[in-house]
């Protein structure tokens, strides 16, 4: 099982940025974003379940990030507008078999990280 993460950046304030996660191996019940700033723990972005038709976010990313999955291409994304520099981190995808949950503990597998900056 393997989860490649690609699509981060430097971007400026404003910006749009999409994400993508390729996963071989697998598909999973639960697919989600977390992130991790310098000096932070890790902290959760979103999560999808397997169909696609239940998202949950973080009120920090609610309205400006949106989760999707493609589960023909085993690829889940992450659209991101209105970037802030809060925003910046290293960007994670994870697969699991528990659904909404926001704990990295809950999840099986983890891609490699992509780092987003965004400049102000």
């Known amino acids: 099982v393997q989860l490649q993460a690609s699509g981060g950046g430097l971007v400026q304030a404003g910006d749009s940025l999409r994400l993508s996660c390729a996963a071989s191996?697998?598909?999973?019940?639960?697919m989600g974003w977390f992130r991790q700033a310098p000096g932070k723990e890790r902290e959760f972005v979103a999560t999808?379940?397997?169909?696609?038709?239940?998202?949950y976010y973080a009120d920090s990313v609610k309205g400006r990030f949106t989760i999707s999955r493609d589960n023909a291409k085993n690829t889940l994304y992450l659209e991101m507008n209105s970037l802030k520099p809060e925003d910046t981190a290293v960007y994670y995808c994870?697969?699991?078999?528990?659904?909404?949950?926001?704990?990295?503990?809950?999840?099986?597998?983890w891609g490699q990280g992509t780092q987003v900056t965004v400049s102000s």
């Open positions: 999808i379940t397997r169909s696609g038709s239940s998202t």
């Open positions: 994870a697969g699991g078999s528990l659904l909404f949950r926001t704990q990295a503990g809950d999840y099986e597998y």
């Open positions: 191996g697998r598909t999973f019940v639960s």
